[in-house]
């Protein structure tokens, strides 16, 4: 999971992930993002050292807004074979995984078609009804 600890409220958020990863017996690394050469240096470790099976961006702060952090994580998460969940459609339309936006109470899964297809990544049907597929890039 990337994201900025100097971030207004983040930790709330982070509080709420640990739970869910607990409740769900998933293994939640932590990734502090402070400035641009962090997320080269955070992914690198991620994949490397942790062996990650997804990676996570929870917001779009001021480094992760930066459109080439955008587009490095994109790119690297797509050849290194892990899905990147992306903090909105934006990152989504731009070449990530997937993006879990909530609106009005309403869950919806947006997905990229083109990245799910290199990554060998299928949406269950299950889940079809909530999820929208976003134009390739």
Avoid at 45 to 52: C, E, G, P, R
Avoid at 98 to 124: I, M, R
């Amino acid at each position: 999971l990337m994201y900025m600890q100097s971030a207004d409220n983040n930790s709330e958020l982070l509080n709420q992930v640990k739970r869910a990863s607990a409740s769900f017996g998933v293994k939640i690394v932590l990734a502090d993002v402070e400035a641009l050469p962090d997320v080269a240096a955070q992914f690198r470790d991620l994949t490397t050292s942790y062996h990650v099976q997804a990676l996570w961006v929870i917001r779009n702060d001021n480094i992760l807004s930066n459109s080439i952090a955008r587009d490095y994580l994109i790119k690297n998460s797509t050849l290194q074979g892990v899905p990147l969940f992306a903090p909105n459609t934006d990152w989504v339309s731009a070449g990530a995984c997937a993006a879990v936006v909530t609106d009005g109470g309403n869950t919806k899964l947006f997905v990229n078609q083109k990245t799910l297809n290199a990554l060998g990544l299928k949406v269950p049907e299950k889940y079809a009804s909530v999820t929208q597929v976003m134009a390739s890039n």
